[in-house]
T-cell receptor
Framework: AQKVTQAQTEISVVEKEDVTLDCVYETRDTTYYLFWYKQPPSGELVFLIRRNSFDEQNEISGRYSWNFQKSTSSFNFTITASQVVDSAVYFCALSEAQGGGATNKLIFGTGTLLAVQP | DAGVTQSPTHLIKTRGQQVTLRCSPKSGHDTVSWYQQALGQGPQFIFQYYEEEERQRGNFPDRFSGHQFPNYSSELNVNALLLGDSALYLC??????????????????FGNGTRLTVT
């Protein structure tokens, strides 16, 4: 069965600190997709990144970076120089592959609440 | 360019009643998925609609049903409401690419959700 674990329930940092959100996943599939979503208080889930299981290259987008390690089944997310606007719940998610692409059936973790204090 | 829109934003119902939630996908998207998010939890997949048919379903009872219209909008219906159905219901849309040997399902774009309270 597929499972996503986000062990950190809540993290509190001071603005400009770096913070890493952990994500560990379980799947028997050889091809799968991993995601990160941000959920601000408004409730809308905002897509941040999607990676497939064959692409283990780390990715950087501005202050965001992701570290994908198949050997440890982890897909961690780092925010550099955090800002108050980064305060939100962050979800890691996993989907199986179907026809070579990701399906819309995402398995989400329980989320990590990030609070960035000014 | 309008994103995913859901209505209503909030709803209060009594146990045993029925409810219908509505979703309009992002412009250019043809696939709609519904998720249930209980307080403090991650979203759970209910089902997905493409070409007006249910394509995938999560572990939800038959009390949860849906529909997709020719304009790609969708409805989620829940019958015989239980207290445990209280949650944020999220609609997500995407574009499904059916070209053989070239698979591209665009990432899900979510709406702001409908907060359902069952008393």
């Amino acid at each position: 069965a597929q499972k996503v674990t986000q062990a950190q329930t809540e993290i509190s940092v001071v603005e400009k600190e770096d913070v890493t959100l952990d994500c560990v996943y379980e799947t028997r599939d050889t091809t799968y997709y991993l995601f990160w979503y941000k959920q601000p208080p408004s409730g809308e889930l905002v897509f941040l990144i999607r990676r497939n299981s064959f692409d283990e290259q780390n990715e950087i987008s501005g202050r965001y970076s992701w570290n994908f390690q198949k050997s440890t089944s982890s897909f961690n997310f780092t925010i550099t120089a955090s800002q108050v606007v980064d305060s939100a719940v962050y979800f890691c998610a996993l989907s199986e592959a179907q026809g070579g692409g990701a399906t819309n059936k995402l398995i989400f973790g329980t989320g990590t609440l990030l609070a960035v204090q000014p | 360019d309008a994103g995913v829109t859901q209505s209503p934003t909030h709803l209060i119902k009594t146990r045993g009643q029925q409810v219908t939630l509505r979703c309009s996908p992002k412009s250019g998207h043809d696939t709609v998925s519904w998720y249930q998010q209980a307080l403090g939890q991650g979203p759970q997949f209910i089902f997905q609609y493409y070409e007006e048919e249910e394509r995938q379903r999560g572990n939800f009872p038959d009390r949860f049903s849906g529909h997709q219209f020719p304009n790609y909008s969708s409805e989620l219906n829940v019958n015989a409401l239980l207290l445990g159905d209280s949650a944020l219901y999220l609609c997500a849309s995407s574009l499904t690419d059916t070209q053989p040997r070239h698979s591209y399902n665009s990432p899900l774009h979510f709406g702001n959700g409908t907060r359902l309270t069952v008393t």
